[in-house]
């Protein structure tokens, strides 16, 4: 009996270990979740910042685009799009978009040749509020890497990348 002992003792150690490192990530990736969902430049919450994004690119592409122009003739994106892209609920981008629109950032407009679509689009006031925060968080984010140092941001970037194609991987596995 005595002689499982040690090896009773090397499992209680390893599941121990174990616990910690699901742990260990699971509460960084929290915390980073946290931090990055409350981030505000230029006045604008992550959501925000990313819808923006969104329709500054569509907004770019669409005005060098002859091809998209001929489809559609607007600059914006459907909001079912929208949803999808940002992988929000409709409830949930549509509240964004009533409060992005009553701060002047975007705007909406009915599809004139099929009215249950909506498109929306950036405007000037929208372009130059995303461009402030770009240049916020690039500071912010050129301060973080500083203090962090190239080689382990590097080394971050890669273990994350390796980390999420992992967990795809897994989630695949499991639906």
């Known amino acids: ?5 040690p090896e009773v003792e090397k499992i209680f150690k390893m599941v121990k270990q174990k616990r910690q ?42 005005e060098k685009s002859k091809e998209a122009k001929k489809t559609d003739g607007n600059a914006g994106i459907r909001v079912s799009e929208m949803t999808r892209f940002l992988g929000l609920s409709m409830p949930q981008v549509s509240r964004l978009l009533g409060s992005m629109e009553s701060k002047g950032y975007i705007e909406r407009r009915v599809n004139d040749k099929d009215r249950r679509s909506t498109y929306v689009s950036i405007t000037d006031q929208g372009m130059e509020t995303r461009e402030q925060s770009l240049k916020e968080c690039k500071a912010y984010m050129d ?13 971050l970037i890669h273990l994350l990348e390796e980390f999420t194609q992992i967990m795809r991987e897994e989630r695949k596995k499991k639906m």
């Open 21 to 62: 490192n699901e742990g260990g990530i699971m509460k960084a990736i929290m915390d980073f979740n946290c931090i990055h969902m409350k981030m505000n430049f230029g006045g604008l919450s992550t959501r925000e910042f990313m819808m923006l994004d969104l329709l500054s690119e569509c907004r770019k592409y669409k």
């Open 1 to 5: 009996m005595k002689s499982s002992e």
């Open 143 to 155: 301060s973080v890497i500083i203090t962090m140092g190239q080689e382990k941001t590097d080394q």
